[in-house]
């Protein structure tokens, strides 16, 4: 699982795996400490020193499970050992993260004490849970890599476009709602230039989808790639920089991923 944070001290974003979840009444997340890639760090996932609604820091970008590492649950009763190390009025309900940090407990204890230490302590290894085989969209070399191998969206077209939520209601007419990170948007587009991609908008937080006038054609001749803040911003024109109104199409997201699509045989 992945997330984008928000660092209140130095006003600025960064990516994060994330490592564990305590709540004391409210999230903290064990997360990647910025500028110093050896520690980890408690953010909290909102600050009430905000009016409301309050203002978040911890944004989950995907729900992907690691490859080699198991996430485990530890419930209220099963926390008294982590209450009674830590002599604090806030008590810890629950525990949700991998499982060689549970077994920690001593550096865990420690952590929720200072609110930081280094991860050779928790016995946390170099984790990624993003997929193989994918590009992620993260800074302008990936952005310049993708334009290069899709000419720059040029004489392309959008084929697809397939927003999944992954709510439904089940048989006995209960609602049931996807968590944080499991939204995404897929994107399929094909170019005279290049060969077809798909495109995977994760989290997206905002959507304009503008068919083209009628008996207008649907080419592209180019688009545009922005990231501000960890956020990333596609355009289907060529723009010289985010724009305060668009009025074509564009989507706003937490992250974006994208591959050659597998064409399927005639």
């Not at 944004?59 to 590492?69: R, V």
């Not at 006995?172 to 094909?190: E, S």
């Not at 008996?215 to 688009?223: E, G, I, S």
Request: with cysteine; glycine share 4%.
């Amino acid at each position: 699982m992945r997330a984008r944070i928000y660092n209140k001290d130095r006003k600025r974003y960064y990516i994060s795996e994330v490592y564990g979840v305590i709540n004391c009444g409210v999230d903290m997340y064990i997360v990647d400490k910025m500028g110093d890639p050896q520690s980890v760090v408690l953010v909290e996932y909102l600050d009430f020193s905000t009016e409301m609604p309050y203002d978040i820091h911890v944004e989950i970008i995907d729900i992907n499970p690691s490859d080699y590492y198991q996430y485990v649950y530890v419930p209220k009763d099963e926390m008294q050992c982590i209450n009674d190390a830590v002599h604090s009025p806030n008590k810890y309900h629950y525990f949700r993260g991998y499982d060689f940090i549970w077994e920690e407990k001593e550096a865990l204890v420690e952590l929720l004490t200072n609110g930081t230490i280094e991860k050779e302590r928790l016995n946390i290894r170099d984790i990624s849970t993003k997929l193989p085989d994918w590009n992620y969209i993260e800074n302008r070399d990936d952005i310049d890599n993708l334009m290069e191998q899709f000419a720059g969206f040029h004489d392309s077209v959008l084929k697809e476009f397939t927003y999944v939520t992954g709510d439904y209601v089940d048989e006995d007419n209960k609602m049931h709602f996807n968590v944080a990170g499991g939204r995404n948007i897929k994107l399929v587009f094909d170019s005279q230039w290049a060969s077809e991609i798909e495109i995977c908008i994760l989290s997206p937080r905002c959507v304009q989808l503008v068919p083209p006038s009628q008996n207008m054609l649907a080419d592209l001749y180019d688009a545009s790639v922005f990231i501000k803040d960890c956020m990333v911003y596609f355009y289907d024109s060529y723009l010289q920089a985010i724009p305060e109104v668009y009025d074509g199409t564009y989507i706003k997201a937490m992250g974006v991923m994208w591959r050659f699509a597998e064409r399927e045989e005639p």
